[in-house]
Nanobody, 118 residues
Framework: QVQLVESGGGLVQAGGSLRLSCAAS????????MGWYRQPPVPGKQRELV?????????YYADSVKGRFTISRDIAKNTVDLQMNSLKPEDTAAYYC??????????WGQGTQVTVSS
């Protein structure tokens, strides 16, 4: 089992910045990558992968956040951060930290709310 605890969400005006943090504990030896998903408050819209980072520092960003969000990882501290700049109202969502093993995004945090006002 892996436990993931997020922090850093909140309310910010458009154009502002927020930094999300996620701390992993438990059976972390099997983690191959960590990432951030988000679930917008839109009925029927699926949870989307925003950014991810592998143990070798390979990164992925959704097109909608490229150039604005940066994911980073401290393996020694078992943390992963998401720096979000130039926030837009459409970035409003519940953000979830997740960890992936060889096959699946298997473990999830409880989520942290990000609200961007226009």
């Amino acid at each position: 089992q892996v436990q993931l605890v997020e922090s850093g969400g909140g309310l910010v005006q458009a154009g502002g910045s927020l930094r999300l943090s996620c701390a992993a504990s438990g059976s972390i030896f099997g983690i191959k990558a960590m990432g951030w998903y988000r679930q917008p408050p839109v009925p029927g819209k699926q949870r989307e992968l925003v950014a991810s980072i592998t143990n070798n520092d390979g990164t992925y960003y959704a097109d909608s956040v490229k150039g604005r969000f940066t994911i980073s990882r401290d393996i020694a501290k078992n943390t992963v951060d998401l720096q979000m700049n130039s926030l837009k109202p459409e970035d409003t969502a519940a953000y979830y930290c997740a960890s992936r093993d060889l096959y699946l995004w298997r473990y999830w945090g409880q989520g942290t709310q990000v609200t961007v006002s226009s």
